[in-house]
């Protein structure tokens, strides 16, 4: 399995403001990911992020909102542009090794926004 | 669109007792991956199965999978307060490569 860290794990922003997101993984994957959780509910998937090319969103999300960074394959970032309260939530990305369809997440970022 | 539907959504029991939780769907899935979550953590892998009527153990907890890959069960023997959590079915393999499909969670507080 892979050993996931997400910075920050916590913030409390202002409505119109903009937060990045990072997802450091400690091996090289192909497949990256990105979620958003209501405390207690299931996952929803935002995006994958792709390694060199533009990330692919799911239905809902845009990259305007969501814009995604995928420099390498052990890095990736997510930004959460032009927040408002609706955007509080908790953010997770994962990370799938290949030939498997097994994800690992990373330990989430809580995000509230005022 | 692949569906999982998970169920029950809340489930509240006493130590000791015991429990199932089923995700069922009309899709089949090459796997299926069984998480639990506890606040303020992401979701931890507890199985995955990938075979039509296997069976996998893991302490207390029992996991199966349909013989058509349609759907998957967690049973756990003798509840104790440290089960409780946020469980999630996801099954993969499904149209679109790596991802996931998520059932909607069920979330469990065992009582002393």
């Known amino acids: 399995s892979a050993v996931i860290s997400q910075k920050p794990s916590r913030d409390i922003c202002q409505r119109g403001t903009s937060l990045t997101i990072q997802c450091q993984v400690d091996s090289q994957v192909t497949m990256m990911f990105w979620y958003r959780q209501q405390p207690g509910q299931s996952l929803t998937l935002i995006a994958t992020?792709?390694?060199?090319?533009?990330?692919?969103?799911e239905s809902g999300f845009v990259i305007d909102k969501f814009p995604i960074s995928r420099p390498n394959l052990t890095f990736s970032t997510l930004t959460v542009s032009n927040m408002s309260p609706e955007d509080s939530s908790i953010y997770l990305c994962?990370?799938?090794?290949?030939?498997?369809?097994?994800?690992?997440f990373g330990p989430g970022t809580r995000l509230t926004v005022l | 669109t692949q569906l999982l539907e998970q169920s029950p959504q809340f489930l509240s029991i006493q130590e000791g007792e015991n429990l199932t939780v089923y995700c069922n769907s009309s899709s089949v899935f090459s796997s299926l991956q069984w998480y639990r979550q506890e606040p303020g953590e992401g979701p931890v892998l507890l199985v995955t199965v990938v075979t039509g009527g296997e069976v996998k153990k893991l302490k207390r907890l029992t996991f199966q999978f349909g013989d058509a890959r349609k759907d998957s069960s967690l049973h756990i023997t003798a509840a104790q307060t440290g089960d409780t959590g946020l469980y999630l079915c996801a099954g993969g393999g499904g149209t679109s490569y790596g991802k996931l499909t998520f059932g909607q969670g069920t979330i469990l507080t065992v009582h002393p």
């Open positions: 994962s990370v799938s090794p290949a030939g498997t369809d097994t994800q690992y």
């Open positions: 992020a792709n390694q060199g090319s533009e990330a692919t969103y």
